[in-house]
């Protein structure tokens, strides 16, 4: 059912021309690191995101969002559609103890596409999200999963790695990010 609800939302956002990526548990679940995802997490180039609101408030619930301290996200939608929990975020930013890492998402942070249900799906890059899950608190299992992929996989957008040394991280999460570069 997921992914039915993926490829729908997909559909709308392609026929929008919205820039647009998935990540999370559906990323891992691509690479074979989890088995079952639990929810969807899309994010939106911040110029689309009013007009993403548009559809998928067409298709499914807008859910009203508790926040959190750990993200200063700019645009953070929750919806339900087909029973199916949809996070779409743009502008996402994670705080952490050494300050608040802003991620960049643009044309660059999609790794590949899938066809998904005869819908091209868009995906985030583990390099993007081995660093946010350093940052989110209780992520340790993914970063090391991720972690061990890359290692054996190879760093497949190495420059996705270097943009993210550009932004506030921890001392630890440089040092680590620094190490899976080679350098």
């Not at 750990?70 to 087909?82: A, G, H, L, P, V």
């Not at 819908?119 to 946010?132: G, K, Q």
């Not at 991280?169 to 040092?175: D, F, I, P, T």
Request: proline letters at 3%.
């Amino acid at each position: 059912m997921i992914f039915k609800v993926l490829s729908l939302i997909g559909e709308k956002l392609n026929d929008n021309e919205i820039t647009w990526g998935v990540g999370a548990s559906i990323l891992l679940n691509q690479f074979g690191l989890v088995d079952k995802p639990n929810d969807i997490d899309i994010f939106v180039d911040i110029k689309n995101i009013e007009k993403a609101n548009e559809i998928l408030k067409s298709i499914g619930e807008r859910k009203e969002w508790e926040r959190t301290t750990t993200y200063s996200t700019k645009y953070f939608y929750e919806y339900i559609i087909d029973e199916i929990d949809v996070d779409v975020m743009a502008g996402f930013t994670v705080n952490h103890n050494h300050g608040v890492f802003e991620y960049i998402f643009d044309h660059n942070s999609i790794s590949e596409f899938k066809i998904i249900n005869e819908v091209d799906i868009p995906f985030t890059s583990l390099e993007d999200w081995y660093v946010i899950y350093q940052l989110i608190p209780n992520r340790q299992p993914k970063v090391e999963m991720i972690e061990k992929y890359l290692l054996s996989n190879g760093v497949k957008k190495p420059i996705l790695l270097k943009r993210a040394l550009e932004g506030c991280l921890s001392v630890e999460v440089r040092e680590r990010v620094k190490k899976m570069l080679g350098s």
